[in-house]
């Protein structure tokens, strides 16, 4: 069985877009009406998905992707918390109807109402909503909701801990995901999302966020930014830092993806994180659609990378479902229940 | 020869660090005289180096390290353009007393009197001054005077053409370095360096700034952040964004350095970056001081990473030296005068 943990609806209908214009086009003249979403069909929804996500996910053999809004499109620094909260719900609301429509091949990930400035307590009604109501089993966590100029406190502060209290009561698991960059410095999704990655990662090894969360789970996307490349450097700050090892300080809470778009990433990756920390993701329809041309496979065929290891059947097999079960367990509930 | 192109003077006799707390009191307090520095004696200077930097460099076997001030106190976000301008003045002379005293193990590259919001034309003169009249061959360009707060244009922007057209006119290459982080989110080391690298490249991706000077070389450090260990993602946005092939789009005025600092990363570095492009360092004494427990070794010996490659012995010339000549053009002239 093949989990990809990381899928945005990247393709959504036009419809989507449109109420998010009309946020916008309110944010500039208030008298305008409250945006509303037009009515989708399944039909639409079917053809954005089996056109997409799906093809592509039967052509590359996974079985199941986690399936969030579309992450850059999240934008929390845009208006205010009810422009956010609005546009969360319908973010959401549509992915649980693809999650309705292809219950085999999607399980739900939720956006939050984050917003600059705004206690993340708001957010905790909309993550118990999309858990407890509509079946998800995990949330993407911004930790920078102004994009690109870093004003809230770190992951490790107290600003965030009543959302996390929340999270370990409904054992849900948060991928770290920034959204749009609004500071001209950072391209999207080559910069700021590999920069957040790194950055959570190292304001983990400062704080004590672990010791005070035992069961908090964050996976790190885009294959933990830049964090396996400099091993070397975390594991040696560490240590100047007198933290404990990562073995016990970190990594027993947080997880990287394979978004990971070469052979020799994907290498390095399984050479130095253990194996129980990995889990496959393509990221995909997203950052990087083209075919590399010194393979000629879509750079973000992510299974080929793992399938070209040589690990240890049971090594991939937890690469590529067991840590997801794990780190997930109202996905492995669900697949239970689904016979899987 | 082993040119070592990544190192600070972070043992300064403590004189420095006195101007400094003057010029940090007389913030608070402008009724204060100005900051004045006391004498360092060359006994002094001569101590800080041969039992650290010297030190190392003899027990590794590196030749010359190319030395710059320490970058973590560069921190150009504290106080205005006159404070950073002192400040960097004392820095750099001190640089070059260092070089006075041992002109066979190091070179001179200074610290620029840069400040938020102050045009980078009035960096011209501090680089012009170093340059000619004490010898020095490149400088350390910060992308972020703010210290994390990253309120300066893109790289890529015509706000830096003017120092731009001053590299070019004197020859110099430009390390990419920031400084201490004042943002919270934002680990010095372990966050904001690395992030600046891969932020700084990615802007390099989206311009086209080579366009407008082909004789603009760069260093990015620590490994070029991310970016090695991403280098499918970014030959994919560079295809996606329409820009020309890395090679030739950037990678012929952008070089990385060797500051990585475990095997498996260096490993990489070398697979997936063209030898061309690959500068030794070692940004000893510095980031990581410490001992690798995994192979007894110091973290920042990346000698021994270099050694454990298996490469052609010309291949490994050029990452310990030939590329460094190449890329500062006066440290080759002056290591020629020298008659190595």
Same mark, same amino acid.
């Given at each position: 069985?093949?989990?990809?943990?990381?899928?945005?609806?990247?393709?959504?209908?036009?419809?989507?877009?449109?109420?998010?214009?009309?946020?916008?086009?309110?944010?500039?003249?208030?008298?305008? +009406?409250? @945006?509303?979403?037009? $009515? *989708?069909? /399944? #039909? %639409?929804?079917?053809?954005?998905?089996?056109?997409?996500?799906?093809? =592509?996910?039967?052509?590359?053999?996974?079985?199941?992707?986690?399936?969030?809004?579309? +992450?850059? @499109?999240?934008?929390? $620094? *845009?208006? /205010? #918390? %009810?422009?956010?909260?609005?546009?969360?719900?319908?973010?959401?609301? =549509?992915?649980?109807?693809?999650?309705?429509?292809?219950?085999?091949?999607?399980?739900?990930?939720?956006?939050?109402?984050?917003?600059?400035?705004?206690?993340?307590?708001?957010?905790?009604?909309?993550?118990?909503?999309?858990?407890?109501?509509?079946?998800?089993?995990?949330?993407?966590?911004?930790?920078?909701?102004?994009?690109?100029?870093?004003?809230?406190?770190?992951?490790?502060?107290?600003?965030?801990?009543?959302?996390?209290?929340?999270?370990?009561?409904?054992?849900?698991?948060?991928?770290?995901?920034?959204?749009?960059?609004?500071?001209?410095?950072?391209?999207?999704?080559?910069?700021?999302?590999?920069?957040?990655?790194?950055?959570?990662?190292?304001?983990?090894?400062?704080?004590?966020?672990?010791?005070?969360?035992?069961?908090?789970?964050?996976?790190?996307?885009?294959?933990?930014?830049?964090?396996?490349?400099?091993?070397?450097?975390?594991?040696?700050?560490?240590?100047?830092?007198?933290?404990?090892?990562?073995?016990?300080?970190?990594?027993?809470?947080?997880?990287?993806?394979?978004?990971?778009?070469?052979?020799?990433?994907?290498?390095?990756?399984?050479?130095?994180?253990?194996?129980?920390?990995?889990?496959?993701?393509?990221?995909?329809?997203?950052?990087?659609?083209?075919?590399?041309?010194?393979?000629?496979?879509?750079?973000?065929?992510?299974?080929?990378?793992?399938?070209?290891?040589?690990?240890?059947?049971?090594?991939?097999?937890?690469?590529?479902?067991?840590?997801?079960?794990?780190?997930?367990?109202?996905?492995?509930?669900?697949?239970?229940?689904?016979?899987?």
């Amino acid at each position: 069985m093949i989990i990809d943990c990381h899928g945005h609806y990247t393709t959504a209908p036009s419809a989507l877009q449109q109420f998010r214009d009309q946020q916008l086009a309110r944010l500039k003249n208030p008298a305008l +009406a409250a @945006a509303a979403l037009a $009515h *989708i069909s /399944d #039909a %639409a929804i079917r053809e954005s998905i089996e056109t997409n996500q799906l093809k =592509l996910q039967r052509e590359r053999g996974a079985d199941l992707t986690l399936f969030s809004p579309r +992450a850059s @499109a999240m934008a929390h $620094h *845009i208006g /205010d #918390a %009810a422009t956010s909260h609005a546009w969360t719900v319908v973010c959401n609301d =549509l992915i649980q109807r693809v999650v309705a429509l292809y219950p085999q091949n999607f399980a739900g990930v939720c956006q939050l109402p984050q917003s600059p400035g705004v206690p993340i307590a708001d957010s905790i009604g909309e993550l118990r909503r999309c858990v407890t109501e509509l079946g998800f089993v995990g949330c993407n966590l911004n930790p920078d909701p102004s994009g690109g100029h870093w004003t809230a406190p770190p992951l490790t502060d107290r600003h965030w801990y009543p959302f996390y209290e929340a999270m370990v009561e409904l054992d849900v698991p948060a991928m770290v995901h920034v959204s749009a960059s609004c500071n001209p410095n950072f391209h999207a999704t080559g910069a700021h999302y590999i920069n957040a990655d790194t950055t959570a990662f190292m304001q983990f090894i400062e704080g004590d966020l672990f010791k005070d969360f035992p069961n908090l789970r964050f996976i790190i996307p885009h294959g933990g930014g830049a964090v396996p490349y400099h091993w070397g450097r975390y594991r040696g700050l560490a240590d100047m830092l007198q933290r404990p090892p990562l073995a016990e300080h970190v990594m027993r809470n947080v997880f990287f993806d394979t978004c990971v778009y070469h052979q020799p990433g994907i290498d390095l990756l399984v050479k130095v994180i253990d194996i129980d920390n990995i889990v496959f993701g393509s990221e995909m329809v997203g950052a990087v659609r083209g075919i590399d041309p010194t393979t000629g496979h879509y750079f973000d065929d992510t299974r080929r990378y793992i399938d070209a290891l040589t690990l240890a059947p049971a090594d991939k097999q937890k690469i590529f479902a067991g840590n997801a079960r794990r780190i997930f367990p109202r996905l492995d509930a669900l697949l239970t229940r689904q016979g899987r």
